[in-house]
């Protein structure tokens, strides 16, 4: 047999495009072989402009991986025409086309292929897979049942097998926490494995703090502006100070408008957001629906203690009371993390290393070795 890297994919454009063809008219003999893979290819319906906890965590996870001298190839809707989603027009979803899927792949070659949501692109690249029997992982980042159910009547029990079909197909289910994947094994879930995510503590760090120049104290959210976040909550809390709002989102302009005392400052990145981060005196999560939140550990790294409900994503994340208060009345939780001390707040933080969340990534997806069949000579 004859291995797929071998053969000449690099020439121009039309030789290659022959290749390619002569590839799709036989088979591929595909099997998991053991090791960290030398290339990965990551699929994410989730990608620039928009601004949220998948992307950061593929951006950081892309550098860790390359750090380690291994090629990182994303297929997102940056590369395929788009449409707006209904009701949520900053996301694009992908017009796929599944000729240019398998061509892509094709060429790649990727030795593992993970997918990071379960929308246009990384539905077409699982069809692929299973078409052809070629072991790749996936990642469960967010509780869509949740998040339809809080725009839609529609009962989980209808969305949640739905979702297991998908994931079911893989050789393993990337979850970040214990409570998540419990969750989903009742849920029929039969391949989780937990994958906690990182945070960048050269990034979010203390010494970014300063002062804002608001009414203290200083209540912070991080995130979308969206019905699924629960973020009234946050906004209806009755405690003296400033509340400040980092996102965008669907509904931003209707609770601008009814909560005219909060700072809704849109989306920051980088220094900017780090010293949003810092300069707070308590980070407030109101979600119920996160699978980990992100911005939970980003928060801590800042040294600033958090607030939140006790569901899934606070309940794995925020295991310290020393640097954070959770309880169902989100205002006794807020004034309480007041009075934490933010000293230890960064400590904590840095069991969350990106370093061994890139190790266990390489070392939990399934590898590929890519040969190609040829009739026997006569």
């Known amino acids: 047999m004859t291995r797929v890297e071998d053969l000449d994919t690099q020439g121009d454009g039309a030789s290659r495009h022959a290749v390619i063809r002569s590839f799709s008219r036989r088979r591929f003999a595909l099997k998991r072989v053991e090791g960290v893979p030398r290339s990965v290819l990551i699929v994410t319906d989730a990608w620039h402009p928009q601004i949220n906890g998948v992307v950061r965590v593929i951006e950081r996870l892309k550098e860790n991986i390359e750090a380690r001298g291994i090629a990182v190839h994303i297929m997102a809707p940056d590369s395929f025409w788009t449409v707006p989603m209904p009701g949520y027009r900053e996301i694009r979803l992908s017009l796929v086309n599944r000729r240019d ?58 969305t949640y097998p739905i979702m ?117 005196d308590v980070f407030v999560f109101p979600s119920r629906t996160d699978t980990f939140g992100l911005v939970l550990i980003e928060a801590l790294a800042s040294g600033t203690p958090c607030a939140a409900y006790p569901v899934t994503g606070p309940l794995d994340v925020l295991t310290d009371p020393g640097v954070a208060v959770m309880d169902e009345d989100l205002r006794k939780a807020t004034l309480a993390a007041l009075k934490l001390d933010r000293t230890l707040c960064p400590d904590y933080a840095k069991r969350f290393s990106w370093e061994s969340t890139t190790e266990q990534f390489l070392t939990t997806i399934p590898r590929i070795q890519w040969t190609l069949r040829r009739k026997a000579a006569a």
Not at 103 to 125: D, F, N, Q, Y
Not at 135 to 148: I, K, M, R, V
């Open 101 to 158: 899927v398998r061509r892509t792949i094709e060429r790649l070659k990727p030795e593992s292929i993970h997918i990071m949501t379960e929308g246009p692109l990384g539905g077409a690249v699982r069809r692929y897979c299973v078409k052809r029997r070629l072991p790749f992982s996936t990642a469960y980042n967010t509780q869509f049942p949740e998040y339809l159910r809080a725009r839609l009547p529609v009962p989980l029990d209808w």
């Open 164 to 280: 297991q079909r998908f994931h079911a197909a893989a050789e393993v289910c990337l979850v970040p926490t214990k409570t998540v994947a419990d969750r989903l094994r009742a849920r029929g879930f039969a391949n989780t494995a937990i994958w906690p995510l990182g945070v960048d503590l050269s990034q979010f760090q203390p010494s970014m703090r300063k002062d804002l120049g608001f009414k203290q104290p200083v209540l912070l959210y991080v995130g979308r502006v969206s019905v699924e976040k629960n973020i009234e909550d946050f906004l209806k809390l009755d405690i003296p100070g400033t509340k400040i709002v980092v996102g965008d989102g669907p509904i931003r302009a209707r609770l601008s408008r009814q909560y005219p005392e909060v700072q809704f400052v849109g989306h920051k990145q980088g220094a900017e957001l780090a010293t949003y981060f810092a300069s707070a």
